[in-house]
């Protein structure tokens, strides 16, 4: 069925608009859970379990079988490895010494490294002229944002590592969205990523074990909404939508998702800090502002360019709706 059918439109709306926004709320979730003293591994492995249990019994109360095949279930591993333990939890990582307002603005630069994949790799939808135009106007405004860090300008050592980590995370998260194109599944989607996520968090518990971090774990009322929103919100139903959108959607389009988290980070991360959810409201300075333009102007150009559609592989076979949240 075509994406210009009125029914297939309106879920892609919907999916853009949970990717876009309630992605762009995680950046300060996951600050809020961090200030509470959660220990990044495990907070990471308890928000992707919760959030895959989640999704297999919403997909079991729909009578969706679970079994998955070997195959499926290694591409799901591999995908969940690098999208979750390596993209998510850099996020995390990076977070201890920067805002997250920040790392938000830090991963814009997927859209370009997913475009340089389309452009290199077989049977993918490569980007027009004018949308790798749009890609390089947003990184442009990456370098506004990065380039006086490095240059000693602005920001601290500490704040350039956080900038390291989520730039290294960023292009473990491209890498599984290209793996999750390029090895399409057999498997009901939502079953398929509750198993990513179930193996994503199993691994970070370990980790967090390796690190000790269960000795260090304590969980406060704010500590416990952060995790609880994560989970639900942002993993189980705004997640969901990505990998939807992704098998579905030119995966350079998908990708502009990176330019509207950072204007909803910004955002939040101030009136955070007037509300008392953060210590002071996160403010970018000069650069920083000057970057957010550049990178929004990005998406205006990428989001019109048509994609020059390559040999695609079958789509795997979706739910007919996202899961719900828990009422209240």
Not at 67 to 81: C, F, H, K, Q
Not at 138 to 165: C, D, H, M, Y
Not at 202 to 231: K, N, Q
Request: hydrophobic share 55%; glycine share 12%.
């Amino acid at each position: 069925m075509s994406l210009s059918h009125p029914g297939l439109r309106a879920k892609t709306i919907l999916c853009f608009a949970l990717v876009y926004v309630v992605w762009g709320s995680t950046y300060l979730g996951i600050k809020v859970g961090l200030n509470e003293g959660l220990p990044p591994a495990l907070f990471g492995a308890i928000r992707l379990l919760l959030a895959g249990g989640l999704l297999l019994a919403f997909a079991r109360l729909r009578g969706t079988r679970l079994a998955i095949s070997r195959r499926d279930l290694s591409t799901s591993a591999i995908v969940g490895l690098c999208l979750l333990c390596g993209g998510m939890f850099s996020t995390l990582l990076s977070e201890r010494w920067i805002d997250s307002s920040l790392a938000a603005l830090v991963v814009a630069a997927a859209p370009l490294w997913m475009a340089l994949a389309e452009t290199v790799l077989p049977g993918m939808d490569r980007p027009s002229r004018r949308g790798v135009f749009g890609l390089v106007i947003g990184l442009a405004g990456l370098v506004l944002l990065i380039g006086p860090r490095i240059g000693g300008v602005s920001g601290t050592p500490q704040e350039l590592l956080g900038v390291a980590i989520q730039v290294v995370g960023t292009w473990l998260w491209v890498t599984g969205s290209v793996l999750s194109k390029k090895r399409p599944l057999t498997t009901d989607g939502t079953v398929a990523t509750g198993y990513e996520m179930i193996i994503a968090g199993s691994v970070l518990a370990l980790v967090a074990a390796v690190l000790g971090e269960y000795g260090r774990f304590t969980l406060t009322p704010a500590g416990a909404g952060a995790m609880l929103y994560l989970a639900v919100f942002g993993s189980a139903v705004a997640f969901t939508a990505f990998m939807w959108l992704i098998r579905n959607v030119a995966a350079s389009k998908v990708m502009t998702y990176a330019y509207v988290n950072p204007v909803v980070a910004v955002v939040l991360g101030y009136v955070a800090g007037l509300v008392g959810l953060l210590a002071k409201p996160e403010v970018l300075d000069a650069w920083g502002l000057a970057g957010t333009v550049v990178i929004v102007a990005g998406i205006v150009i990428t989001t019109s360019a048509p994609a020059t559609r390559g040999r695609r592989e079958p789509i795997a076979p979706e739910p007919d709706e996202l899961p719900e949240a828990p009422a209240g």
